[in-house]
């Protein structure tokens, strides 16, 4: 009788993995939403392209580069997560399969987040920069020095994720 507890309760512990699949959908959504913002940031750019500057050219590239980041981000997360946490997604032999899929565990996958923040973090510090005029206020001043503060913080955490990563992976299993 005690067996056939133990039995059903971990079937349903085991099963409720599938309560993170319409997470995973959500996250499909949030792509979408990403390219919605995409083609609306880059029509607006082929529209104001003869009374832009280089500087807004150069901008509006890295907003794109950034949004291509982040869906890219997404795409891992949503792919790897399920793969860890629900179940293995099944393409048969296609041909489009990416190298990656299957092969990211849960540390891989954690140095890919916090290398992407990073990235991401780079881009923005970067059109922070592009956008800086000749004369600078206190504030836009305050404004960057946080800007890059935070950067550094990403760039420290991403170290030492990997640095931790490098410990466990050069430690004995017991």
């Known amino acids: 009788m005690l067996k056939k507890i133990e039995l059903s309760l971990e079937k349903t512990i085991f099963n409720s993995r599938w309560i993170l699949a319409p997470f995973y959908l959500g996250l499909v959504l949030g792509i979408i939403l990403l390219f919605i913002k995409f083609i609306q940031k880059l029509w607006y750019m082929i529209a104001d392209i003869f009374v832009s500057t280089e500087a807004d050219v150069i901008v509006g590239i890295l907003i ?7 869906a890219s981000l997404l795409l891992i997360i949503i ?3 399920y793969e ?3 179940s293995k997604i099944d ?3 296609h041909d489009d ?3 990656w899929m299957g092969k990211i565990d849960f540390s891989g996958l954690k140095l890919k987040v916090i290398g992407a923040i990073v990235a991401i973090s780079a ?3 970067l059109k922070s920069f592009m956008n800086i005029s000749n004369e600078i206020s206190e504030g836009e001043a305050d404004k960057l020095m946080w800007k890059v503060i935070i950067h550094m913080t990403f760039v420290l955490s991403g170290l030492l994720f990997a640095l931790m990563d490098k410990v466990v992976g050069d430690t004995k299993k017991h």
């Open 64 to 70: 794109l580069v950034d949004i291509a980041l982040v």
């Open 79 to 81: 792919f790897s997560g």
């Open 84 to 86: 860890i946490f629900v």
């Open 91 to 93: 393409t048969g032999e």
């Open 97 to 99: 399969r990416p190298a």
């Open 123 to 125: 881009i923005d510090l």
